[in-house]
């Protein structure tokens, strides 16, 4: 009985290893986006998750200065949005009455903004208040971001810049751009995509641990009765 434990402990580490890959996990998708000074631009989210939900709070944080919030839809049906500005975040309650299963491939709503100045500027999201179909709360969903690029076209206003400060903004913009690769959380959508690669890997994988250490078991036994046997003889 003693011999049979570790095969228990190392088949439940692996399991807990791989579990949260097979289920799934629940994050927000967001693209980064490119677009033109004093322009309209959208910005589409979405979840990756396997949860069913009928209300989920949003939390949206941008850059004031660079972005200007324009409103939002949602095109799914039974489903509507209802939002308030503060100037620089914004409160958004997704609401579906019989609740919605999320996808990733799903665009649960769409963000508007207008592009106020050159440059890059970050968009956040969050989540508050999650509740399911079956009105019970649920845990948050992973906060995500993404980075909206402001290009030197459209109309523009204001005073001509001068070389020195169109190389500074350069200069700004390259160091911006090497933060933000550096923080920037990579998305996890392969979770769902491959899931049920990953739950046939897991299987393979701790069917042929417990194999391993069985085979070593029987043998060790076999060996030691073989032993016992001929010092009986």
Not at 67 to 95: C, H, P
Not at 111 to 134: H, P, R
Request: charge should be positive; hydrophobic fraction near 35%; include cysteine.
């Amino acid at each position: 009985m003693k011999r049979i434990m570790p095969f228990c402990v190392v088949f439940c580490i692996l399991f807990s290893v791989f579990a949260p890959v097979v289920n799934g996990a629940d994050n927000i998708l967001v693209e980064n986006i490119n677009a033109d000074k004093n322009r309209i631009f959208d910005v589409n989210v979405s979840i990756d998750s396997h949860k069913t939900v009928s209300a989920v709070t949003f939390i949206i944080k941008y850059d004031s200065g660079k972005i200007a919030w324009r409103g939002g839809k949602t095109e799914l049906s039974q489903s509507l949005i209802r939002y308030s500005d503060k100037g620089d975040r914004v409160k958004l309650l997704f609401l579906c009455a019989d609740g919605i299963a999320l996808d990733k491939n799903k665009n649960l709503f769409t963000l508007k903004f207008k592009a106020l100045d050159y440059g890059k500027s970050k968009i956040e999201i969050s989540t508050g208040d999650c509740v399911s179909n079956s009105l019970k709360n649920i845990d948050n969903f992973e906060s995500s971001s993404c980075y909206v690029t402001v290009n030197s076209k459209g109309t523009k206003t204001g005073a001509v810049k001068t070389d020195s400060v169109k190389n500074q903004e350069q200069t700004t913009e390259s160091t911006e751009t090497k933060n933000a690769a550096l923080t920037q959380k990579p998305h996890k959508s392969i979770t769902v995509i491959d899931e049920e690669n990953y739950g046939i890997i897991v299987a393979v994988c701790s069917a042929f641990v417990l194999c391993i250490f069985t085979v070593t078991y029987v043998a060790k036994r076999l060996k030691d009765r073989a032993k016992n046997n001929k010092k009986k003889k």
